[in-house]
């Protein structure tokens, strides 16, 4: 079935680091793909998308590519900061007929300073 | 321009008590969620509204009910609260159902069943 995979955390790096986070998507049909930030205490919301196959999504310094030939949607960032430490989700979302939205397990960052 | 707001944030319940998880949105969106979210298994979704006056069964329904009052508010009923029910609910809307779509969320309501 239709499914969503991300790396397990927590991510533990110093500041100004380089940031990857994998993630990987089974699905039928064409989906949209979506990367959410939680912060403590809060509820998600997004930091990127992506709704074709080699779209670029970006926000706040992370971008995203959607590779179909991969099935992968990695989340990347070139300098983390200490305010960036949160959990990230990686989701995506399937067409108006059977609707589908599906979360991954999400994956904590920790930025030291 | 409140968003997505949700009653109470936080709430205690003994195995067979039933309560209402209240949700309201300001942004004119036609669809609401509900998700349940647990440690280790990400969002599931419970129930969702894609529109006024219709609602559909999500991945995880068993104990629960929705009513989609109207275009604003939508809201998670527990007629008989059981210990696995225990998590932390978010509501969330959408302009409307498609793929592409961005869902904003509530802050979340922490429930414990005991």
């Known amino acids: 079935g239709d499914s969503v995979t991300q790396m397990e955390g927590p991510v533990t790096l110093s500041e100004e680091a380089f940031l990857t986070i994998n993630c990987t998507y089974t699905?039928?049909?064409?989906?949209?793909l979506f990367w959410y930030v939680q912060y403590p205490g809060e509820g998600l919301q997004l930091l990127l998308k992506a709704t074709k196959a080699d779209d670029k999504g970006s926000n706040k310094g992370f971008e995203a590519t959607y590779r179909k030939e991969t099935t992968s949607f990695h989340l990347e960032k070139g300098s983390v900061q200490v305010s960036d430490s949160a959990v990230y989700f990686c989701a995506l979302s399937l067409g108006s007929g059977t609707y589908k939205y599906i979360f991954g397990t999400g994956t904590r960052l920790k930025v030291l300073a | 321009n409140a968003g997505v707001t949700q009653t109470p944030k936080f709430q205690v319940l003994k195995t067979g008590q039933s309560m209402t998880l209240q949700c309201a949105q300001d942004m004119n969106h036609n669809s609401m969620y509900w998700y349940r979210q647990d440690p280790g298994m990400g969002l599931r979704l419970i129930y969702y509204s894609a529109s006024e006056g219709t609602t559909d069964k999500g991945e995880v329904p068993n104990g629960y009910n929705v009513s989609r009052l109207n275009k604003r508010e939508f809201s998670l009923r527990l007629e008989s609260a059981a210990p696995s029910q225990t998590s932390v609910y978010f509501c969330?809307?959408?302009?409307?159902?498609?793929?592409?779509?961005?869902?904003?969320f509530g802050p979340g309501t922490r429930l414990l069943v005991l």
């Open positions: 699905a039928t049909g064409y989906p949209s």
């Open positions: 969330a809307s959408s302009v409307d159902r498609g793929s592409g779509e961005t869902q904003y």
